[in-house]
């Protein structure tokens, strides 16, 4: 297909913290590329996620959820989630169907007044409103402080309105080249996709405190001498405190062996074969606001 019949474009989602970004990635991607939970700022990084069909190819920027920011990480996560929205051709502002507008949200919307892309009001999780005409009030009350481009109260979960989103977005989308390979669903590298994987099931299976305060580093993968058919993976987690560290070991390693156990099988997706899992737990003290660290534990990016 010439460049002049196909469409393709980049579309930011951004918005607070749990309001349903890396699910809607996922998907309009049809493939999980995000990690997701119930958990505030559980993203941490910009992940890119690719549709491509033979009639165009978008690619989805799950940033993560802007907030108030208490360490070095968390600033450098804000500053990720505008500077992606600055660089592509369509903004998705995400929230939840609410009865007053949050102070977060609006900081939101004035930092978008400065940029010259479209931006559509998304409302996900209407799933959970007792009845459609709930939203109404959200949807006034938005409108008020930004001049959207169009609006789309959305539920995911079920998979209401997503079609007529994906049409908006694709009238807003120019025509162009198919800048991935069709086959490509994300930018990250295997090892990247592992770590979060890892990040996941910690944050499933601890209290808050643990989760924020760990970050994962895959050292390696090999094939596996012993067994043809297994890939050895080896990879360290980072916490800020020695307590920290033997919460995730557990009492006789219970814990560390749970989250190798619940994060193998993603892993077997991600590499296509068997996998040897071992987990290194590494106290490395403030990582999150010592730039040094934040680099060398790939939360390098400032803009």
């Not at 990720?80 to 929230?95: G, I, N, P, Q, R």
Request: aromatic fraction near 8%; proline fraction near 6%; glycine fraction near 4%.
């Amino acid at each position: 297909m010439k460049d002049a019949e196909f469409k393709s474009g980049f579309v930011a989602v951004i918005g607070r913290p749990n309001v349903g970004k890396s699910t809607f990635v996922n998907e309009m991607v049809g493939k999980k590329v995000a990690i997701i939970s119930p958990k505030p700022q559980t993203t941490r990084n910009r992940i890119l996620g690719v549709r491509t069909t033979e009639e165009y190819q978008l690619a989805f920027t799950d940033t993560p959820g802007i907030h108030k920011p208490e360490t070095e990480l968390g600033r450098r996560m804000v500053q990720t989630s505008y500077h992606v929205a600055k660089e592509v051709d369509v903004v998705l502002f995400m929230t939840t169907p609410l009865k007053k507008v949050l102070k977060g949200d609006e900081i939101i919307l004035e930092n978008l007044k400065k940029t010259n892309i479209p931006v559509f009001l998304v409302i996900n999780k209407i799933d959970q409103l007792p009845k459609k005409s709930s939203v109404d009030l959200t949807i006034a009350l938005y409108q008020n402080l930004y001049p959207f481009e169009g609006v789309f109260p959305i539920s995911v979960l079920e998979r209401k309105n997503l079609d007529h989103l994906l049409d908006a977005l694709l009238e807003k989308i120019p025509y162009g080249p198919k800048y991935y390979p069709e086959e490509m669903i994300s930018d990250h590298s295997v090892s990247f996709l592992i770590q979060e994987v890892i990040r996941e099931k910690i944050l499933f299976l601890f209290q808050e405190e643990i989760p924020h305060s760990i970050a994962v580093v895959v050292e390696q993968i090999l094939p596996c001498l012993e067994f043809p058919n297994y890939q050895d993976v080896y990879a360290t987690i980072y916490v800020e405190r020695e307590s920290q560290r033997k919460i995730l070991i557990g009492k006789n390693g219970d814990k560390i062996k749970e989250i190798k156990e619940k994060s193998k099988s993603d892993i077997r997706k991600i590499l296509g074969s068997k996998v040897h899992l071992e987990l290194w737990i590494k106290v490395k003290k403030d990582w999150k606001d010592r730039p040094n660290d934040l680099q060398n534990l790939g939360y390098s990016k400032e803009y």
